[in-house]
C-alpha cells in the first residue's frame, strides 16, 4: 500500500459512471515517449512509492529513462499477481505450508503466510500421453493421470482451502498459459483499498519461463522460480534493473504458405543473434495492428527461447477485440480502452518512443521453417530441412560398420516407406485392438548420404516396418505456443482433410497426439467438423496439458523403443512447441524438431526428417498421381473463412463459467481440512521442505568458501533441463533406488516433476539428465562425477554429494556460457543447494536460474572477461578456495573475490571472479541464505 504520492499522480477515472482511483503518468516529466513496458514499470513504482523501497529518485530515474545507458539503476517491482503450473506449484504450496510451522517456531502468527496478491494455479503438467490413436484416449490418460497424483492433488485441494486468494484451476481445463490469456488476465486489474477502487496495469510474474505469452495482450510479466513466486505472493518486490529496451519494428503480411510458428522461430533466431538476454523486446510500427492478438501471444510466449525478459505488445483494438470475444465483460472492456487511453499506453503507431537498439522484420518475407536438432533458435527452412537433417545426423548416428552405403544418392527412406501399405488409421497405445497388418517394407536399400541402419520390427498386432536413423517416432500438436492459435490449430485440421481425401496416412511407428491448451480448441474442431480428418491421420485428443513439449511424451510403444535403444537409432521427435533440448522430449529420441501444427501432421505423414517436401511425394491418391506437400496445404482464406465460423464468444464463456469445478474426479477427491498441514512422514510426493530447519531470528555471518571440490564441470548452454530433475527415470538412478526402499514398485516412479514436493527425489534427480556431459569423466553423459572422497572413481551425482556432505567438503559447480538456460526451475537451483554446492563459476549466465542461485543462497561467479575453465587451466580436479564474500557482512558487495585453484601437483591458479549479485535486494536474500528466509525473517519482525 503506498503511503508516499511525492508527485501528486493519484487521481480519479470516470468510465461509464464508475469511478477508479488511478495514478497518472502525465505527472512524470519524461512518460510520454516512454516504451509501453516502462510506462506500466513507471505506474508501478508510483503507486507502491513508500520512501524507502521505492523512492522519488528511483520514480525520475525511470521517466528520465537514458535508452542509450547499460542498466545501473534498482527499482522494486511489485507485481499484480501470480501464476502458477502444479510441477512449479506444489513445492510452492509445500514452503507456505512448512513456513506457516516455522513462523510459529520463531514466535510469530502462521496465519499471516497466505498470498498478499492474487495467486492461481493450473494443473497442467502432470498428464502424460500413455494411450493415444484412438478416441478413449483422453479418457484413459486422465483415470492415469488421477492414479498417480492424486496424493499430490489433494494437497493441491487443501490449500485452495487454507490459502486466500488462492485458486486452483483442476487437471483436464487447459495449459496455464492459454487458460491465463483467455480467462485469468485482466489486463487492468482492480482492487479495493481503502475505501477505493483502485485500477491499475495487469502485472503477472509466473513460475513457468512461457509466462511471458501473456505479454501478447499487454501484460507485462515474465517466468520467475518458484522461491521468487512465493515471495512475490508474501508481498515482497523483485528487485530489478531498469533494462534496456529492444524496439522491433513489424512491417508487411505474412506470406500464403508461412504460419505463426514460422514467424516465432524467424524472430526467435533474429534476437539470439542480436541478443537480448535481460533486456525487454517491444513490437512496435504500423505492422502491429496487423498481427492478430493470437500471432502476438504465439510470439510472447517464446521470450525464453530468445532470451529476452519480456516481449511486448501495447494495447490497441485487437486487443479490445480479442477480450470481447474471450467473453471479459463490457465494463471491463470499456476500462480496459480508457484507462490505456488516459494514460497514454494506447497503442499509436506515429508516437516516435524511446528504444535502447533496434530490430525490424517484414513478415512478406517469412518462409515456412521447422528448428532442431536440439535448440529453438536453430532455424532451417523447411527446403533445407533434408539437406540440415544429413549433416546432423552425423552428430548422432554411426555409418553402417563396413562403412558401405548403397542405392541412389536421390533415394529417400520415405520412398522405401510406401504410404499405400500403412494401416488407415493409427495404431493407438499398445492395448487398442490391432489395425490390419501392415506388410514389411520390401526391397529397401540402406540411403547415400548419411548413415543407415534399417532394421525391421513386427508389432504384436500384425504391423510389420523397418526403422531406420531419422524416423519421426513422435509427432505431437502440443503446447501452449500454437495451441492458442486458431489459424495454426485448424490449418493442421485443414491439412489432414487434404490428405485424407488424397488418400494420405501416416506412417505406423508415428506416436500421433493433439494436447489442446484448453476445451475451447475441441469446440471449434468439433464445429468445424476437421477433428475427424485429424483422428483418420492418427491426431486424437489426448489430454489438455503440456504433454510432449514438457517431456511427457509417454513411452514409445515397447517392440518400437527396444529396438531403437538395442539398435542405438537416432529417431527424431517433431512438436509444435516450444522447447526442444536434448533428451527433453523422451529418452529414446535423440533429435528433436519444433514446427507448426500443419507441419506436424506432414512429418507424421512423412515418418521421416530424412524428406524433402517440396520434391518428394508423400504418397499416391487413388489414381496413382503423386502427392505433393502442395498440394495438401492449407489455403489461408480457407482457414480464415472457418475460424470466422467455427469460434464464438458462447465457446469461451461455457467452458472458463466452471473452470475452477473440475471434473468427477476432482470434486471425488478427500479434501485434508486444517490451517497447518498434516504431513505424512511415508509419503514419497509431499515432504516438510527442509529450508528452514534449525533457522533462527538473525542470520549466521557470511563466510568465505575454503576447500571446496568441483561436482561438476560442464560445458556452454547447460540448461534447466539439464540441471534440474526432469521426466522419467530408471531404477538403478538414486531416485529411483529412493522410492524402491520406500516400497514404490518401478510402475508407480511417475516423473519428477509429479515428485517435486519431496526434495528427497529431488535431490536425488539434479544435475542426472541423461545427456548431460560432466567433463570431469571422459566420454560419459548422464548424472555422473568423480568422487575424489573415493580416489576419484566415477558414482553418481547424488552420491558423490552425500560423501563430501560426510566429509564436510563445500562443492562448486564450473560453467561455460548461457549457464543456466530455458525454463524457470526452481529445482535447479533448489537441488543445487540442497547437493551442498556453495557457488557456481561461469562465463554467464541466464537471468532467471542466476536469481534462483542467490534466493537459494549459492553464490554465481563469473570468470574474468575473455577467461574460462579451459583458458585458465582449470581441470575440475583441483581444490577450490574462494575469499572476498565476506565484504556482505559489512553492508557492501563486493564487485570481485579471489578464487584459488590447487591442483593435485600444489600448483595453483588464481583469479578475480566477477560477483552477479546485482542489486542490494539480492545481496539481502544472500545474507539471510535465501529469499525465503529473508522473508520469513521480514514477517516474524514485523
Not at 503446447?479 to 490449418?491: H, I
Amino acid at each position: 500500500m503506498s503511503t508516499v504520492d511525492s508527485f501528486g499522480a493519484k487521481g480519479v477515472l470516470n468510465v461509464n459512471g464508475a469511478d477508479y482511483e488511478i495514478y497518472r503518468l502525465n505527472k512524470v516529466e519524461g512518460y510520454e515517449s516512454l516504451p509501453y513496458s516502462l510506462k506500466v514499470l513507471l505506474e508501478n513504482l508510483l503507486r507502491t512509492e513508500d520512501g524507502a523501497n521505492v523512492t522519488a529518485d528511483h520514480i525520475k530515474a525511470l521517466g528520465s529513462w537514458d535508452e542509450n545507458a547499460q542498466p545501473d539503476t534498482e527499482i522494486q517491482f511489485t507485481p499484480g499477481r501470480v501464476l502458477m503450473q502444479d510441477f512449479t506449484g506444489v513445492p510452492c504450496v509445500v514452503d507456505l505450508a512448512t513456513m506457516r510451522e516455522a513462523v510459529a517456531d520463531l514466535g510469530g502468527d502462521p496465519s499471516t503466510i497466505n498470498p498478499l496478491a492474487p495467486a492461481e494455479m493450473v494443473i497442467d503438467h502432470s498428464v502424460q500421453i500413455d494411450s493415444f490413436g484412438n478416441s478413449d484416449a483422453i479418457e484413459r490418460n486422465m483415470d492415469i493421470e488421477y492414479q498417480r497424483n492424486g496424493e499430490r492433488y489433494k494437497f493441491l485441494r487443501w490449500g485452495q482451502t487454507a490459502f486466500n486468494d488462492f485458486k486452483v484451476v483442476p487437471p483436464g481445463m487447459g495449459i496455464v498459459h492459454q487458460v491465463n490469456i483467455e480467462s485469468l488476465a485482466r489486463v487492468v486489474m482492480t482492487r479495493e483499498v481503502e475505501g477505493s477502487l483502485r485500477a491499475y496495469p495487469d502485472t503477472c510474474v509466473g513460475t513457468d519461463s512461457h509466462t511471458t505469452m501473456e505479454n501478447g495482450l499487454g501484460v507485462l510479466g515474465w517466468g520467475v522460480g518458484g522461491i521468487e513466486a512465493e515471495a512475490a505472493m508474501l508481498g515482497q518486490p523483485i528487485s530489478m534493473l531498469i533494462p534496456r529496451v529492444v524496439g522491433f519494428k513489424l512491417s508487411g503480411e505474412i506470406p500464403a504458405g508461412a504460419t505463426a510458428t514460422d514467424v516465432v522461430l524467424t524472430i526467435t533466431q533474429m534476437l539470439r543473434e542480436h541478443g537480448v538476454v535481460g533486456k525487454f523486446v517491444e513490437f512496435y510500427g504500423e505492422g502491429v495492428a496487423e498481427v492478430p492478438l493470437a500471432n502476438r501471444a504465439t510470439i510472447g510466449n517464446m521470450s525464453p527461447e530468445f532470451g529476452s525478459t519480456a516481449a511486448m505488445f501495447p494495447i490497441d483494438d485487437v486487443t479490445i477485440d480479442y477480450l470481447r470475444l474471450t467473453g471479459r465483460t463490457e465494463e471491463q472492456l470499456a476500462l480496459v480502452e480508457a484507462y490505456a487511453k488516459e494514460q497514454g499506453m494506447w497503442h499509436d503507431p506515429s508516437r516516435e518512443l524511446r528504444f535502447s537498439e533496434h530490430l525490424e522484420l517484414d513478415l512478406s518475407t517469412v518462409v515456412p521453417s521447422i528448428s532442431g536438432p536440439k535448440r529453438p533458435q536453430d532455424r532451417i527452412e523447411l527446403t533445407d530441412a533434408k539437406e540440415q537433417f544429413r549433416k546432423d545426423i552425423h552428430n548422432y548416428a554411426q555409418d553402417t560398420s563396413d562403412g558401405s552405403v548403397n542405392g541412389d544418392l536421390d533415394e529417400s527412406v520415405a520412398e522405401t516407406f510406401p504410404a499405400s501399405d500403412a494401416p488407415s488409421s493409427t495404431p493407438g497405445d499398445s492395448q487398442s485392438a490391432a489395425d490390419k497388418p501392415r506388410p514389411m517394407d520390401a526391397g529397401a536399400e540402406p540411403v547415400v548420404g548419411r548413415p543407415s541402419k534399417q532394421v525391421p520390427v513386427k508389432m504384436p498386432d500384425g504391423r510389420e516396418f523397418t526403422l531406420d536413423h531419422g524416423a519421426v517416432s513422435i509427432a505431437s500438436i502440443t503446447s501452449c505456443t500454437n495451441t492458442s492459435n486458431p489459424n495454426v490449430m485448424l490449418a493442421a485440421g485443414v491439412l489432414a482433410r487434404n490428405a485424407v481425401e488424397k488418400g494420405l496416412v501416416q506412417k505406423p511407428w508415428v506416436k500421433t497426439s493433439i494436447a489442446p491448451g484448453s476445451k475451447v480448441v475441441t469446440d471449434y474442431y468439433e464445429k468445424s467438423g476437421l477433428i475427424e480428418y485429424l483422428e483418420k491421420v492418427g491426431f486424437f485428443v489426448v489430454g489438455y496439458g503440456c504433454t510432449t513439449c514438457i517431456g511427457n511424451s509417454g513411452p514409445l510403444e515397447e517392440e518400437i523403443s527396444k529396438t531403437v535403444q538395442e539398435e542405438d537409432l537416432a529417431v527424431t521427435s517433431v512438436l509444435s512447441g516450444n522447447r526442444n533440448f536434448e533428451g527433453r522430449i523422451n529418452p529414446d529420441v535423440k533429435m528433436n524438431y519444433l514446427a507448426s501444427p500443419p507441419l506436424v501432421v506432414a512429418y507424421a505423414l512423412a515418418g521421416t526428417m530424412d524428406f524433402d517436401f517440396e520434391n518428394e511425394p508423400l504418397g499416391q491418391d487413388s489414381a496413382g498421381n503423386d502427392v505433393y506437400l502442395k498440394d495438401i496445404w492449407p489455403d489461408p482464406t480457407e482457414v480464415q473463412k472457418i475460424i470466422e465460423e467455427s469460434i464464438d464468444t458462447e465457446m469461451f464463456t461455457s467452458k472458463y463459467s466452471t473452470i475452477f469445478d473440475g471434473d468427477h474426479r476432482w470434486q471425488e477427491l478427500d479434501t485434508p481440512e486444517g490451517s497447518t498441514f498434516a504431513w505424512d512422514e511415508g509419503s514419497t510426493y509431499v515432504r516438510k521442505a527442509p529450508y528452514f530447519d534449525g533457522m533462527e531470528l538473525e542470520p549466521q555471518p557470511v563466510e568465505d568458501i575454503e576447500g571446496a571440490r568441483v561436482l561438476l564441470k560442464l560445458g556452454d548452454s547447460v540448461t534447466t533441463d539439464h540441471i534440474s530433475p526432469a521426466g522419467s527415470f530408471k531404477s538403478d538412478t538414486p531416485a529411483g533406488r529412493y522410492l524402491l526402499e520406500n516400497g514404490v514398485e518401478r510402475k508407480d516412479f511417475n516423473s519428477y516433476g509429479s515428485r517435486r514436493g519431496n526434495h528427497e527425489v529431488m535431490i536425488r534427480g539434479t544435475f542426472a539428465n541423461i545427456r548431460i556431459k560432466n567433463e570431469l569423466l571422459d566420454g560419459v553423459e548422464g548424472g555422473f562425477t568423480r568422487d575424489f572422497t573415493k580416489g576419484g572413481e566415477q558414482a553418481y551425482v547424488y552420491d558423490a554429494a552425500q560423501n563430501y556432505a560426510a566429509e564436510g567438503t563445500p562443492l562448486v559447480v564450473l560453467g561455460g556460457k548461457e549457464y543456466g538456460s530455458g525454463s524457470s526451475r526452481d529445482w535447479a537451483a533448489k537441488g543445487t543447494r540442497l547437493l551442498g554446492v556453495k557457488a557456481v563459476i561461469t562465463e554467464s549466465f541466464e537471468r532467471i536460474h542466476r536469481s534462483n542461485l542467490i534466493g537459494m543462497g549459492v553464490l554465481p561467479l563469473q570468470f574474468p572477461e575473455g577467461e574460462n575453465a579451459e583458458t585458465l587451466g582449470l581441470t575440475g580436479f583441483e581444490t577450490f578456495s574462494i575469499s572476498g564474500i565476506t565484504k556482505l557482512n559489512e553492508g557492501e558487495t563486493p564487485k570481485t573475490v579471489k578464487v584459488t585453484a590447487t591442483g593435485e601437483d600444489g600448483k595453483s591458479v588464481e583469479f578475480d571472479a566477477v560477483v552477479r549479485i546485482d542489486t542490494p535486494g539480492e545481496a539481502n536474500y544472500y545474507r539471510n541464505g535465501g529469499i525465503l528466509q529473508y522473508v520469513l525473517r521480514s514477517l516474524v519482525k514485523s
